[in-house]
Antibody, heavy 123, light 111 residues
Framework: EVQLVESGGGLVQPGGSLRLSCAAS????????MHWVRQAPGKGLEWVSR????????TYADSVRGRFTVSRDNAKNTLYLQMNSLRAEDTAVYYC????????????????WGQGTLVTVSS | QSALTQPPSASGSPGQSVTISCTGTSSDVGGYNYVSWYQQHPGKAPKLMIY???KRPSGVPDRFSGSKSGNTASLTVSGLQAEDEADYYC???????????FGGGTKVTVL
């Protein structure tokens, strides 16, 4: 069974930093691209970042580019999101997610989600 | 990376159908057949209901169907049930630089 477990959220002051982790199990982590998606309280979903299976290529939403860095450790089956220069508008539940795959291949919908970790940016 | 446009709310009685629209541009919805739909109950992670415009992952009831015309995608829930009351989000692939864009969400109420 695919499991994704996020950790590392908490309260941080504006301008501060935080590193989120996502521990993966139940699948060959090193074979899959991984994503971060966030949801501000009472708001909709927002895609944040993506990293390729070998970590060589990363992509970011305009709202976080230059402040957030996604990385992974395939030996530890763990995805990371380093968040710097945090702003109040970064307050959200952060989910890691993996796309849906079946016997025929992988697709662009996010089938597997973690439970999320809450990041609150406030003084 | 503008969000896709969804109506804020939709409703229907049990057994009826409800259709939710998702409007984007030729750079996302209209440019790729990679529209997905998610159902989210309060306090829970989203659940994938539709991928690639109209395909259902295993385990999703066939009461849920998706379609697309031009820059607008749609999700139809037929035979509404009480457990279908939730927020629904569309998303689309938007190219290698932007990757994924989501809609603002639609709250579906079962009357």
């Amino acid at each position: 069974e695919v499991q994704l477990v996020e950790s590392g959220g908490g309260l941080v002051q504006p301008g501060g930093s935080l590193r989120l982790s996502c521990a993966a199990s139940g699948f060959t982590f090193s074979a899959y691209w991984m994503h971060w998606v966030r949801q501000a309280p009472g708001k909709g979903l927002e895609w944040v970042s993506r990293i390729t299976s070998d970590g060589s290529t990363t992509t970011y939403a305009d709202s976080v580019r230059g402040r957030f860095t996604v990385s992974r450790d395939n030996a530890k089956n763990t995805l990371y999101l380093q968040m710097n220069s945090l702003r109040a508008e970064d307050t959200a539940v952060y989910y890691c997610a993996r796309v849906y795959c079946d016997g025929a291949g992988c697709y662009k919908g996010f089938q597997h989600w973690g439970q999320g970790t809450l990041v609150t940016v406030s003084s | 990376q503008s969000a896709l446009t969804q109506p804020p709310s939709a409703s229907g009685s049990p057994g009826q159908s409800v259709t939710i629209s998702c409007t984007g541009t030729s750079s996302d919805v209209g440019g790729y057949n990679y529209v997905s739909w998610y159902q989210q109950h309060p306090g829970k992670a989203p659940k994938l209901m539709i991928y690639d415009v109209s395909k259902r992952p295993s385990g999703v009831p066939d009461r849920f169907s998706g379609s697309k015309s031009g820059n607008t995608a749609s999700l139809t829930v037929s035979g509404l049930q009480a457990e279908d009351e939730a927020d629904y989000y569309c998303s689309s692939y938007a190219g290698s630089d932007s990757d994924v864009v989501f809609g603002g969400g639609t709250k579906v109420t079962v009357l």
